[in-house]
């Protein structure tokens, strides 16, 4: 149908996205990438143009604050973008009792539990010194075990 017709539907964008999308693609430049960055994130990463992410990657990481961080936590994770997701993954735990006062972080972090628990085993980390690894076990090397081979005496 786009090849008789020479009209390709794009529904899982907003058009102001496309048409940033598409003067990137054809002069180079993002002048509207304050008001767009996410969006253009998710386009970039759905059409794979790597130097957009990149750009609008760096844009976020730029503008992380207490309201925005969960969300560019949930993006990074969502499109690939690990350096947003490192950047704001060490925002939210670094600011934590802010984080938890700002709206909407709660339900956001819900919809997202694998996030939630890296969020979690990170805030342990900073706290305690420990390295976790992915299996959620302990690696670091001050904790001692406790024999559980008979009854304990006293």
């Known amino acids: ?14 058009s102001d996205v496309v048409a940033e999308m598409l ?11 304050n008001k ?3 969006d253009l994130l998710a386009a970039a990463d759905q059409y794979n143009l790597e130097q957009l992410k990149s750009i609008c990657e760096e844009k ?15 993006m990074g ?23 938890v ?4 972080w709660k339900d956001c972090l819900l919809e997202h539990p694998n996030l939630m628990a890296e969020v979690m085993e990170t805030m342990a980390r900073k706290d305690t010194g420990d390295n976790f690894k992915r299996s959620g076990n302990y690696s670091g090397h001050d904790h ?3 024999k559980t081979d008979g009854p304990v005496r006293n």
């Open 1 to 14: 149908a786009e090849k008789q017709s020479k009209v390709v539907e794009i529904q899982t964008l907003h």
């Open 23 to 33: 003067q990137y693609i054809y002069t180079g430049n993002t002048p509207n990438l």
């Open 36 to 38: 767009l960055a996410g």
């Open 60 to 74: 976020l990481c730029n503008s992380l604050e207490i309201g925005n961080s969960v969300s560019y936590l949930v």
């Open 77 to 99: 994770d969502m499109y690939q973008a690990s350096n947003l997701k490192k950047m704001a993954l060490q925002f939210v735990v670094r600011n934590m009792t802010s984080v």
């Open 101 to 104: 006062r700002s709206r909407d």
């Open 144 to 146: 001692k075990r406790i």
